[in-house]
């Protein structure tokens, strides 16, 4: 079946620092890609999303990078900061509407 | 609603009951997803809904796990005979009748005991 995979699991980054998870897909057909941040407790919430006709998306700190080819995509943080501290999931289209979520990347911002 | 709304937001059950929990999407929207998130887990598919089609039922893990949605706005998803396995943070969202960018629930904290 579908399947999306994330690394790494746990990444810890000082302060200021950048940070990139990757996630890898199975099914050529996928073609909307976003990431949710999850914070403890709470409930995951989008924070860029990527359509298989870009390569690339940024929105202030936050970038996503697209390889169709290789079906990778990847979400970068520049300049991180403690408030950056969540799980982040990656999640792939699968068929018209349901997501095919990663196992999700701990991340820790260290003051 | 504003949001998504999932009731209860907590439930402790004891194994073998029957459970029911509660999703009221944002309003107008014609797509409703369930997932499950298990301690430390990420976010596994159960089922969802689209408009009048036939719901994609794919992801539930057994008979026991069921689902429905009324006049195409809130859903309930059963767990019958609930065993320890099944606790979990239940989640739900809903989209805009196009697969960009669910909106999710708070979820509904399952423990079985």
């Known amino acids: 079946g579908e399947n999306v995979e994330q690394h790494p699991s746990t990444l810890s980054v000082q302060e200021g620092d950048s940070a990139v998870i990757k996630c890898t897909y199975s099914?050529?057909?996928?073609?909307?890609f976003p990431w949710y941040k999850q914070e403890l407790g709470k409930r995951p919430q989008l924070i860029i999303d990527?359509?298989?006709?870009?390569g690339e998306k940024k929105d202030q700190r936050i970038a996503v990078t697209l390889n169709k080819t290789a079906k990778h995509f990847s979400l970068h943080i520049t300049e991180t900061q403690p408030e950056d501290s969540a799980v982040y999931f990656c999640?792939?289209?699968?068929?018209?509407?349901?997501?095919?979520f990663g196992t999700g990347t701990r991340l820790k911002v260290l003051a | 609603g504003a949001g998504v709304s999932q009731s209860p937001s907590n439930k402790v059950t004891e194994k073998g009951k029957d459970v029911e929990l509660r999703c009221d999407p944002i309003?107008?929207?014609?797509?409703l997803y369930w997932y499950r998130q298990s301690l430390g887990q990420g976010l596994e598919f159960l089922i969802y809904?689209?408009?009048?089609?036939?719901?994609?039922k794919s992801g539930l893990p057994s008979d026991r796990f069921s689902a429905e949605r009324t006049g195409g706005s809130v859903s309930t998803l059963t767990i019958q005979r609930t065993q320890q396995e099944d606790s979990a943070v239940y989640l739900c969202?809903?989209?805009?009748?196009?697969?960009?960018?669910?909106?999710f629930g708070s979820g509904t904290r399952l423990t079985v005991v």
């Open positions: 969202a809903s989209s805009g009748g196009s697969p960009y960018g669910y909106t």
């Open positions: 099914d050529s057909a996928s073609n909307y």
């Open positions: 990527i359509r298989s006709n870009v």
């Open positions: 999640a792939a289209t699968s068929g018209t509407y349901k997501y095919i």
């Open positions: 309003s107008g929207h014609t797509a």
């Open positions: 809904f689209q408009g009048n089609s036939a719901p994609d």
